[in-house]
């Protein structure tokens, strides 16, 4: 009997045993389910947070992009179009909270910095950029002073004789020198902005007379990319009352001028004219003798040559010329030389005496014409550089 007890109670303890191990091995498996599920709802719920911070980062990028988007589009007055204040972004949850523009001194250009607020759910992200901008003048604007815009920055303008440039005070025009600007002889530069890429080097001789000047200037405009095609579609024929293209019979003859003419090759032109118009040469346009306008507060023409040499050349006495002169290469002057109006070109060579006269409301009051002239090269772009980027 006492054997058949004592196995009974052996059974009785391996039951309790085995009892209490599943019971631990229930609790292990309860515990780490429990781990497995804490750990994979922390898993989702730092996902979703990370989730969420990336989203409010694309937020405040996107921020940012608009921003830039507003400012290409109004590079002269986006500051009237900030803040921005909550824009939706990415549907529910997400949302641009504010875009805000700060000008920030320092040149060349406009300098400002973006701060962009982005929000997803909870997350919220902030990122500061800073932008240089860079608005280049449109074509007519260059032609209301002098701009000499050779293709190599380093190239050395050398006004080195007797030149007289002279500007209006009101409104006051804008010299822009692609280069460095070297200023000798009994030379004046007078009434100007002066902006040039290199530096000024001006003799004893030599004087600036009420004249701001910009040294290394890097937002120098570039040379306008003419349209040829533009011209041809547009132009007319020469006025039958001229001999040659722009050459009145006789002295006392009034070429009238109206709209767009061009020609394949060289122009010659001189002479009074009345009327307002653009002359466009594939070559070379030469003025043998005078070329004034009727009434100069109404009459004006646009001489352009795409050949690369504008000669004015009265051989054996002055000559005095009204009109804004472009060339895609040199304005030549010989002999003592006037000009009444604006200059476009990548250099300038003078022998004697060259005196210019610039009012920038003489193209102001010939908007039409400007565009005549102007019209296949668009208007002023605008040049965005993004010089730092940051999260906070």
Same mark, same amino acid.
């Given at each position: 009997?006492?054997?058949?007890?004592?196995?009974?109670?052996?059974?009785?303890?391996?039951?309790?045993?085995?009892?209490?191990?599943?019971?631990?091995?229930?609790?292990?498996?309860?515990?780490?389910?429990?781990?497995?599920?804490?750990?994979?709802?922390?898993?989702?719920?730092?996902?979703?947070?990370?989730?969420?911070?990336?989203?409010?980062?694309?937020?405040?990028?996107?921020?940012?992009?608009?921003?830039?988007?507003?400012?290409?589009?109004?590079?002269?007055?986006?500051?009237?179009?900030?803040?921005?204040?909550?824009?939706?972004?990415?549907?529910?949850?997400?949302?641009?909270?504010?875009?805000?523009?700060?000008?920030?001194?320092?040149?060349?250009?406009?300098?400002?910095?973006?701060?962009?607020?982005?929000?997803?759910?909870?997350?919220?992200?902030?990122?500061?950029?800073?932008?240089?901008?860079?608005?280049?003048?449109?074509?007519?604007?260059?032609?209301?002073?002098?701009?000499?815009?050779?293709?190599?920055?380093?190239?050395?303008?050398?006004?080195?004789?007797?030149?007289?440039?002279?500007?209006?005070?009101?409104?006051?025009?804008?010299?822009?020198?692609?280069?460095?600007?070297?200023?000798?002889?009994? /030379?004046?530069?007078?009434?100007?902005?002066?902006?040039? !890429?290199?530096? &000024?080097?001006?003799? =004893?001789?030599?004087?600036? *007379? @009420?004249?701001?000047?910009?040294?290394?200037?890097?937002?120098?405009?570039?040379?306008?990319?003419?349209?040829?095609?533009?011209?041809?579609?547009?132009?007319?024929?020469?006025?039958?009352?001229?001999?040659?293209?722009?050459?009145?019979?006789?002295?006392?003859?009034?070429?009238?001028?109206?709209?767009?003419?061009?020609?394949?090759?060289?122009?010659?032109?001189?002479?009074?004219?009345?009327?307002?118009?653009?002359?466009?040469?594939?070559?070379?346009?030469?003025?043998?003798?005078?070329?004034?306008?009727?009434?100069?507060?109404?009459?004006?023409?646009?001489?352009?040559?795409?050949?690369?040499?504008?000669?004015?050349?009265?051989?054996? /006495?002055?000559?005095?010329?009204?009109?804004?002169?472009? !060339?895609?290469? &040199?304005?030549?002057? =010989?002999?003592?030389?006037? *000009? @009444?109006?604006?200059?476009?070109?990548?250099?300038?060579?003078?022998?004697?005496?060259?005196?210019?006269?610039?009012?920038?409301?003489?193209?102001?009051?010939?908007?039409?014409?400007?565009?005549?002239?102007?019209?296949?090269?668009?208007?002023?772009?605008?040049?965005?550089?993004?010089?730092?980027?940051?999260?906070?």
């Amino acid at each position: 009997m006492r054997g058949k007890a004592f196995l009974r109670e052996v059974k009785r303890s391996e039951g309790g045993q085995a009892f209490i191990l599943v019971m631990l091995v229930l609790a292990v498996v309860a515990i780490l389910g429990s781990a497995t599920l804490t750990l994979t709802a922390s898993h989702r719920q730092t996902a979703a947070k990370q989730r969420d911070r990336l989203q409010a980062y694309y937020a405040a990028d996107a921020g940012i992009e608009r921003a830039l988007a507003i400012i290409k589009r109004n590079p002269t007055n986006f500051w009237s179009e900030f803040p921005l204040k909550g824009i939706s972004y990415a549907g529910e949850g997400g949302r641009i909270e504010s875009v805000t523009v700060e000008r920030i001194p320092g040149g060349p250009g406009t300098v400002v910095k973006i701060t962009s607020v982005g929000k997803f759910n909870n997350a919220r992200k902030v990122i500061v950029a800073k932008v240089r901008i860079y608005r280049s003048k449109s074509p007519a604007e260059l032609l209301k002073g002098i701009s000499i815009l050779p293709k190599e920055r380093d190239s050395d303008i050398n006004l080195s004789k007797d030149i007289s440039i002279i500007g209006s005070q009101d409104p006051r025009p804008v010299i822009y020198i692609n280069g460095n600007l070297n200023l000798g002889g009994k /030379s004046e530069i007078k009434n100007f902005d002066i902006y040039v !890429s290199g530096e &000024i080097t001006i003799d =004893k001789d030599a004087e600036l *007379i @009420n004249c701001q000047t910009t040294e290394n200037y890097e937002a120098i405009p570039f040379f306008p990319e003419l349209n040829v095609k533009w011209y041809e579609e547009r132009a007319t024929t020469f006025p039958s009352n001229n001999s040659k293209e722009g050459k009145g019979k006789k002295d006392e003859d009034i070429a009238e001028y109206k709209g767009i003419y061009f020609v394949k090759g060289n122009v010659e032109i001189s002479g009074t004219y009345s009327g307002q118009a653009v002359i466009v040469a594939t070559g070379k346009i030469d003025v043998p003798d005078d070329l004034k306008a009727y009434n100069p507060n109404e009459d004006l023409l646009v001489l352009i040559s795409l050949g690369g040499q504008v000669n004015i050349d009265k051989r054996g /006495s002055d000559s005095t010329v009204d009109a804004l002169i472009i !060339s895609d290469g &040199i304005l030549s002057c =010989k002999n003592k030389v006037v *000009i @009444n109006g604006g200059i476009l070109v990548r250099q300038i060579e003078y022998v004697n005496k060259l005196t210019i006269n610039c009012n920038p409301a003489l193209v102001e009051r010939h908007s039409g014409l400007m565009e005549l002239a102007f019209g296949g090269s668009g208007g002023g772009s605008t040049r965005i550089e993004i010089e730092s980027w940051s999260e906070r």
